[in-house]
């Protein structure tokens, strides 16, 4: 929200610019007339300042508003983080949406109305079972509940993460006995929430590249991921049973319908696209959170060269560009290539 103060306006060769200084920047407004431009809202440098355009309509033939936003760099790299966010919820909504279309379709082929009904119900969210204690932690995943008077500088680190991610509850820390494994989890649960560290990355990181595996894990459990992964969960296993039962249900009539049959046969691996394009986004949006919630942007990047490096021995561009073809589309997690070049566009 811009603070106005003393708006003034001055005449400009193709209309008036009001220019509206605030706290954070300056926003001028320009009526233009003339046709639309076929250039996209973009970023432009100028001078100190960097100015955010697009063109507004004003519901007359031939004229237009012409917005520019002027702020400093910082600034605009937490504008252009949240919209990265922003956009990675719409894609995440469209997933889910796009999940529960083709569930409902495939009920409807297989029972009409009251099948589409049935299907839907059907692919709704299990009750969380999972609680979260140090008991079940070692019997389950064989991880130990970290001691914050052993590693206070550690703890000191999560819990500024959790304040700066308005966290109610802090989550426990985990550690899994294993020098040569380089991991992190977490967890979400009733009532606890936790997050698993393996030996290995705690003693091949620096604090802050520790700092910020532990911002990315955060920012899952900000985001309530493992609620949307469970209900994605649900839904691709709800597909998968409902196509099944049409396909069985009507066999005999799909002779004279084979583009029906072959939607019941392709509707599961549309949805396990779906799914992994989900789990693509939510972790992009981990990353861009992630970076709201450190002091030292670049740690979280070398914390991922670092996990590269380990699991593949291979070093990183960090302005990679994206992977091309099927093999992103099959992906659960974007490329470490992908979320360095997305972090070092954001970071810096």
């Known amino acids: 929200m811009f603070h106005l103060a003393n708006p003034y306006a001055e005449p400009s060769r193709d209309g008036w610019a009001f220019a509206l200084p605030s706290a954070q920047g300056l926003v001028t407004l320009t009526l233009v007339s003339g046709t639309r431009s076929s250039h996209p809202p973009h970023n432009a440098h100028c001078g100190i300042s960097i100015a955010v355009e697009t063109e507004l309509p004003t519901g007359r033939p031939n004229e237009r508003l012409l917005l520019r936003i002027y702020t400093s760099e910082r600034d605009v790299s937490h504008i252009q983080r949240y919209a990265h966010r922003e956009l990675n919820g719409r894609r995440s909504g469209l997933a889910i949406a796009g999940m529960l279309l083709l569930l409902a379709v495939c009920g409807w082929i297989a029972d009409g109305e009251e099948g589409a009904r049935r299907a839907v119900a059907f692919g709704g969210l299990k009750p969380d079972d999972l609680v979260i204690s140090p008991d079940m932690m070692a019997r389950r995943f064989g991880a130990k509940l970290l001691n914050p008077a052993k590693m206070p500088s550690l703890f000191a680190r999560l819990h500024d ?188």
């Open 161 to 348: 993460i959790c304040r700066r991610a308005r966290l109610a509850r802090w989550p426990d820390l985990y550690y899994l006995p294993a020098l040569n494994s380089m991991n992190a989890y977490a967890l979400s649960g009733h009532p606890r929430s936790a997050i698993v560290l393996t030996d290995g990355l705690l003693h091949r990181m620096t604090e802050d590249e520790v700092a910020g595996i532990l911002a990315h894990e955060v920012a899952h459990i900000s985001n309530n991921d493992r609620f949307a992964m469970d209900w994605a969960t649900s839904l691709q296993r709800a597909v998968a049973v409902t196509a099944l039962a049409g396909l069985a249900a009507r066999r005999s009539e799909w002779g004279g319908n084979k583009a029906l049959a072959a939607f019941l046969l392709s509707a599961p691996s549309i949805a396990q696209l779906l799914y992994l394009a989900l789990s693509r986004s939510r972790e992009l949006d981990a990353d861009a959170r992630a970076l709201d919630l450190i002091d030292c942007p670049h740690a979280l990047v070398a914390a991922l060269n670092k996990l590269e490096h380990f699991h593949t021995n291979a070093q990183l561009i960090p302005m990679q560009a994206f992977e091309d073809g099927i093999a992103r589309l099959l992906r659960s997690h974007p490329t470490t290539y992908e979320r360095v070049g997305f972090l070092t566009q954001l970071a810096y």
